[in-house]
């Protein structure tokens, strides 16, 4: 179960906006007034059927960030410790949705991501759900690992062994509350993490036609050997010592 963590403030509520919806949609950001708006824009263009929020949570950003996210943005959330999971924590406790979906602020999702994302909530006995990736500023090399990946993916799931994209997730908002959210003292791996334990409530659904596209910029600053190596050693760490990574270097 997650630790309590520092007290996030809900720094903005759009006028008008629904007290209640059927789907909150948390994007954590830091400093990310390069990506954000395109992400946003995305988000505010689905097309689904029922209703649903777009929550910003913000790590104290001191770019545009913020700024940039109320064009858009139901709610914005302030959070102080400036980590993925506490920014995801953060978020969930303002939304009001009853199913929590997950994605990162450089991440763009196609108009039709979340009601193919969403749709396996109509059986009860799923908890949570994933889907896969592709780039958007990808080369064909980054292209075909992807394809490669993504599919792996699927196999992993089904032999009980979760790897799952933090950027392309959701959850039941009553399982999420079951086991206590993200542990919001991982600086890595608190997607897994999170997925791993959720599965005690119901079943966990990967989606892969729920696709969304990512920026590369990590592995354009890393390289590949770094990227692979970093991911794969965390993977293991993660499901065989149940620790995952202490650091994780900021690229913006």
Aim: hydrophobic residues 40%.
């Amino acid at each position: 179960m997650a630790k309590r963590q520092k007290k996030s403030v809900l720094a903005y509520v759009r006028k008008g906006a629904k007290k209640q919806v059927d789907i909150s949609i948390i994007v954590p950001a830091l400093n990310e007034e390069h990506y954000i708006e395109t992400c946003l824009n995305a988000l505010s263009k689905q097309r689904y059927f029922c209703s649903y929020e777009i929550i910003v949570a913000d790590g104290y950003s001191t770019d545009r960030t913020r700024e940039i996210a109320k064009k858009y943005a139901d709610k914005i959330v302030i959070e102080h410790s400036r980590t993925i999971a506490a920014g995801r924590q953060a978020g969930a406790s303002v939304a009001s949705g009853k199913i929590l979906v997950y994605t990162d602020a450089d991440t763009i999702a196609p108009a039709d991501w979340l009601t193919r994302l969403c749709a396996p909530f109509a059986d009860k006995k799923v908890s949570a759900t994933f889907g896969s990736l592709m780039p958007f500023d990808g080369t064909p090399f980054d292209d075909f690992i992807c394809l490669l990946m993504n599919p792996l993916t699927g196999v992993l799931n089904a032999l009980g062994c979760i790897y799952v994209y933090g950027n392309n997730m959701a959850f039941k908002r009553k399982a999420f509350d079951q086991i206590g959210g993200f542990n919001v003292n991982l600086i890595t791996a608190e997607d897994t993490d999170i997925m791993k334990r959720i599965r005690c409530t119901g079943a966990t659904e990967y989606v892969p036609h729920a696709r969304v596209l990512f920026s590369m910029r990590r592995v354009r600053k890393w390289g590949y050997p770094k990227y692979l190596a970093f991911h794969t050693a965390n993977f293991f760490r993660t499901h065989i010592m149940g620790k995952s990574f202490k650091k994780y270097e900021p690229v913006r």
